[in-house]
């Protein structure tokens, strides 16, 4: 590069950033929303502070036990009715044991949005919950032991925590990574990679060896969300694509399809119409005939094998718990789950504890 | 306790702030995008004000630079900030002034994507060197220059005067 051309450069670089506007208001709006993140912390922790002597007898450096078990109260049976059968809220004790949700699935880890390192943990073998306050991204397989965890200052690694051993394992997978998700059986990870001129994908086994597949985004063309997600069986990832019409920001780009890879040698398999994004495995039908996606304006449930709507559904991140029963958060009451027929029939109502509201919340088959 | 840390931070935002703006306007291309890139890293700074708080700088950095091109922290991030049109060509020998050109070149840059604009800010407004710059966004040095050269490409192919125009500076020099 000439010294003029490096010069001139500099000078467009530095005219950009002068382009800028003072913010009169940095520290107060820097310090409201830090507050905003210590409060999250303040309230996962108070549980937790009952029992700091009883955490430290434990195994876990960084993870500490919830409060003392609670008495046993039966936990009432979800029954499919015309209205919601309205669940009772858990009591002051739910961390002594798993948060059973209709349809017989549980609450593995409630963390603050935006990954500030607090949340609650589902212990399986001890059945009952952990906090922590140490990592930023904390993600429990769907079965098993295995936590996977990330850390803001080490951006290429993740930890797999085995709470049964309390032994923690930091693998380096890559860089620019984002869309962590496990497969359904816990036994890989999948990672979405957007290196500086790589896109891809990363499948990491528990053992620690990786795969990275490189996809190629003018070919396969994907303009705006763009995560890898595993398919219900986990035997294919996949990527929604955009048709490539031009790329706006106020509203998501249309999409032309899913487009499913191998995640064992990268192979494009196939291109499904489904005009939207599944949130992840769950979002598939057992029988794989129907997925939720989010559209361009709604959550849709969709026919898979024709792209087909068949209805609009009130959440896109649902967990397909059985042949027609669908489990999510309630939009704009995110105080509940609901078990819903594929219509978006409430049919159980289940509220949450209320350390739990304002934060971000993964569910597994118990 | 809780006062000495929003005394400090505050310090920290009243004296650093104004300079950390700048860096997020350059990588976000628009004042309400920096903002919010800057409080987000700011507020995850607070939150871990104990444990950086005689390193502040560096990790706000390094916070803004990762939440922009890496995705970690929202899915919605899009990939290239949104220009209302791509920037006029600059015709060919056209004024051969300094400031049309750099107007133009302004407004090509707002439509690199994001990890090209990351490369140049840390290289021309941090001062950074490759090296320096590959360390910061956790890449290897030749991905830094094949991504120079690449926004490079861009550029020239937005503002084909710039090529013109340096041009004839090397040969006034």
Redesign the interface.
């Known amino acids: 590069m000439s010294r003029a051309l490096d010069a001139t450069l500099r000078a467009a670089v530095h005219d950009l950033a002068d382009g800028v506007r003072p913010a009169p208001d940095l520290a107060a709006g820097a310090l409201g929303r830090g507050r905003r993140l210590r409060r999250r912390r303040r309230v996962t922790a108070a549980g937790a502070a009952l029992l700091a002597v009883v955490a430290v007898t434990l195994p876990f450096v960084l993870l500490r036990p919830g409060p003392a078990a609670p008495p046993a109260t039966p936990t009432p049976t979800p029954t499919a009715t015309p209205s919601p059968t309205m669940l009772a809220a858990p009591g002051a004790n739910w961390t002594a044991k798993p948060l059973v949700l209709p349809g017989d699935w549980v609450v593995t880890r409630a963390q603050a949005a935006g990954g500030s390192g607090n949340g609650f943990l589902l212990d399986r073998k001890r059945g009952r919950y952990l906090t922590t306050d140490r990592y930023d991204g904390i993600y429990p397989a769907p079965t098993g032991s295995l936590v996977a965890v990330t850390d803001e200052a080490r951006p290429r690694d993740v930890g797999l925590i085995d709470l049964s051993s309390g032994k923690t394992r930091w693998y380096e997978v890559g860089r620019a990574l984002a869309g962590l998700q496990w497969s359904p059986d816990g036994r890989r990870l999948l990672f979405t990679t957007r290196q500086l001129d790589h896109f891809g994908f990363i499948v990491l086994k528990t053992d620690g060896t990786k795969r990275t597949f490189l996809v190629d985004q003018g070919r396969w063309f994907c303009t705006d969300i763009c995560n890898f997600t595993w398919s219900r069986d986990g035997r294919e990832v996949l990527l929604p694509q955009t048709g490539g019409t031009g790329h706006n920001e106020a509203v998501r780009d249309p999409r032309a399809g899913v487009r499913f890879f191998s995640p064992d040698d990268g192979r494009q398999l196939r291109l499904v119409p489904i005009p939207g994004d599944p949130a992840g495995p769950w979002a598939w039908s057992p029988d794989g005939k129907f997925v939720v996606v989010q559209g361009q304006q709604e959550p849709l449930l969709v026919e898979t094998g024709t792209g087909k709507v068949v209805n609009p559904l009130p959440a896109a991140d649902v967990a397909w718990v059985s042949a027609d029963r669908l489990l999510y958060r309630r939009p704009n009451g995110s105080r509940d789950f609901v078990l819903a027929d594929p219509t978006g029939r409430e049919l159980v109502r289940q509220p949450l504890p209320k350390q739990l509201v304002d934060l971000e919340l993964t569910v597994a088959p118990r | 306790m809780a006062e000495v840390t929003?005394g400090e931070?505050?310090a920290f935002?009243?004296e650093r702030?104004?300079a950390l703006?700048?860096?997020?306007?350059?990588l976000a291309?628009n004042?309400h995008a920096?903002?919010d890139l800057?409080?987000?890293a700011?507020?995850?700074?607070?939150?871990r004000w104990p444990r950086i708080r005689g390193d502040a700088e560096p990790y706000v950095k390094r916070?803004l630079y990762?939440d922009q091109?890496?995705?970690?922290?929202?899915?919605?991030r899009?990939?290239?900030v949104?220009v209302a049109e791509l920037p006029e060509r600059a015709a060919v020998g056209d004024s051969g002034d300094?400031s049309d050109?750099?107007?133009l070149?302004?407004a090509a840059?707002?439509s690199l994507p994001p990890?090209q604009r990351a490369?140049?800010?840390l290289r021309?407004?941090e001062d950074l060197s490759v090296e320096q710059t590959a360390a910061l966004?956790?890449?290897r040095a030749g991905?830094?220059a094949?991504?120079s050269a690449?926004a490079?490409a861009r550029?020239r192919k937005l503002v084909p005067g710039?090529?013109e125009?340096?041009?004839r500076?090397?040969v006034t020099?």
Do not use: M
């Open positions: 929003d931070f505050t935002v009243n702030g104004p703006l700048r860096v997020a306007y350059a291309g004042q920096a903002e800057l409080q987000n700011l507020a995850k700074a607070y939150a916070i990762h091109i890496s995705g970690w922290r929202r899915r919605s899009r990939l290239e949104p300094d050109l750099r107007l070149l302004r840059l707002r990890r490369v140049l800010t021309y407004l966004l956790g890449c991905t830094v094949s991504q690449k490079l550029l710039l090529d125009l340096t041009s500076a090397e020099r």
